[in-house]
């Protein structure tokens, strides 16, 4: 899947394929690791599949972020342009993900509302670093 039109529901579902398969078996020992966007993949795996029985997840020692960002609060910064993405993601009726948002906003990619709203809103679905999150909201 691509960043813009994927989510980080599928990211999570589609590491846990990965770690299923026969081939990763053999491995008794698995770190995974996460840069930037993947941060929010692997705390999205955590919430979904890790500890679960018929996960591999025992099989995980370490997690290691690197580099996790807030891409709400690296993105609203106030400009006319993303607070125009934002509207558009966010009016009513709520646009669904077969409209494509594509000015090249997200470093060229062509982006769907419910990602920008996963990313854009506060505690969005990948909203997990933003700095004015308190604790109960982080936990959740």
């Given at each position: 899947?691509?960043f813009?039109i994927?989510n980080?529901?599928?990211?999570a579902?589609e590491?846990?394929?990965l770690?299923?398969?026969p081939t990763?078996s053999?491995f008794?020992s698995?770190?995974?690791v996460?840069?930037?966007?993947g941060?929010q993949?692997?705390l999205?795996?955590?919430?979904q599949?890790?500890?679960i029985?018929?996960s591999?997840s025992?099989?995980?020692?370490?997690f290691?972020l690197q580099?996790?960002?807030?891409?709400?609060q690296?993105?609203l910064?106030?400009?006319?342009?993303?607070n125009?993405?934002?509207e558009?993601?966010?009016?009513?009726?709520?646009?669904d993900?077969?409209?494509?948002?594509g000015?090249?906003?997200f470093?060229?990619?062509?982006?769907?509302a419910s990602r920008?709203?996963?990313l854009l809103?506060p505690?969005?679905?990948e909203?997990f670093f933003s700095?004015?999150?308190?604790i109960?909201q982080?936990?959740?």
């Open positions: 899947t691509g813009g994927s980080i529901e599928t990211d579902k590491l846990n394929s770690l299923h398969h990763m053999k008794t698995i770190t995974l996460g840069h930037s966007t941060c993949v692997l999205q795996f955590i919430k599949y890790f500890g029985t018929t591999p025992y099989r995980i020692k370490k290691i580099a996790p960002v807030s891409d709400r690296a993105f910064d106030g400009t006319l342009e993303t125009k993405i934002l558009w993601a966010t009016s009513e009726p709520l646009p993900d077969s409209q494509i948002y000015n090249g906003l470093c060229g990619a062509a982006i769907t920008i709203r996963s809103t505690m969005g679905s909203d700095t004015d999150l308190n109960d982080v936990c959740k």
